[in-house]
């Protein structure tokens, strides 16, 4: 398992925006699972529909590439800062809301060099809440 400590070792994001709260599984080269916990506190829901809160889309797609960027660096990834290239086929499927907590399931389509190609699902439970096929390039410059 690597927690949160570790993760802040490993991508450069930090809070409000680190989105992932731990991997529990790693495969270096094939996959990775990681989870975020969802709880009324996060700043997001005070303006993302306050009556009905539900976590941003793009948020849940930024919290699987983060899990992806651990997987990349975890993978032999040379570089600190992971630059998304290319989202594809995303989909939403059911809302995540305050309590729930999202498992992101991210596997490695293919790499070569810097740039790295992944294909995720979120789930809360056992229910595909998105999902969604995404490129980056980790790199040591910034863009």
């Known amino acids: 398992m690597?927690?949160?400590?570790?993760?802040?070792?490993?991508?450069?994001?930090?809070?409000?925006?680190?989105?992932?709260?731990?991997?529990?599984?790693?495969?270096p080269e094939v996959r990775a699972v990681g989870i975020k916990n969802v709880t009324i506190n996060e700043q997001f829901f005070q303006g993302h529909f306050p009556e009905f809160p539900i976590m941003p889309g793009v948020l849940i797609v930024e919290a699987m590439a983060q899990v992806a960027g651990i997987l990349a660096k975890r993978s032999g990834a040379e570089g600190n800062t992971v630059y998304f290239m290319a989202i594809d086929k995303v989909k939403f499927r059911k809302p995540?809301?305050?309590?729930?907590?999202?498992?992101?399931?991210?596997?490695?389509?293919?790499?070569?060099?810097?740039?790295?190609?992944?294909?995720?699902?979120?789930?809360?439970?056992?229910?595909v809440v998105s999902e969604a096929e995404f490129t980056a390039m980790v790199s040591e410059e910034e863009l």
Request: glycine residues 4%.
């Open 2 to 27: 690597i927690d949160s400590r570790e993760i802040k070792n490993i991508l450069p994001h930090r809070f409000p925006f680190l989105l992932v709260d731990k991997v529990i599984e790693l495969e």
């Open 96 to 127: 995540v809301v305050p309590g729930d907590q999202i498992r992101f399931d991210v596997t490695i389509v293919q790499h070569r060099n810097a740039v790295w190609k992944f294909a995720g699902k979120a789930f809360v439970d056992d229910n």
